[in-house]
């Protein structure tokens, strides 16, 4: 039996700002916590695949305007934390 590959599955979370990243490249993006059922739904479609959380700095991000394409490109705040007040909305 063949070995199936498995997708890394990125999801950042920027407060209301949430993107979907498949193997480094950005497939959603969008505001609101609401986002994250479609990020779930979207991984159920596309696994097998591992799925990590990282946090944006949100300095950056409101600088941007948007998420790049590329995850290589996200900055990272190392000292981000859930929030579960936000993500309970």
Known sequence: MAATATNEIVVVDGDDWVGLYLNGK???EGHGRSRHADILAWGQENGPATIRLV???LDWLSECGRLPENLSEV???TEGTPCPEAAAE
Do not use: I, K, R, T
Request: without cysteine; hydrophobic residues 55%; aromatic residues 12%.
């Open 75 to 77: 900055e990272v705040d």
């Open 26 to 28: 950005l497939q959603l």
């Open 55 to 57: 946090f944006a700095d």
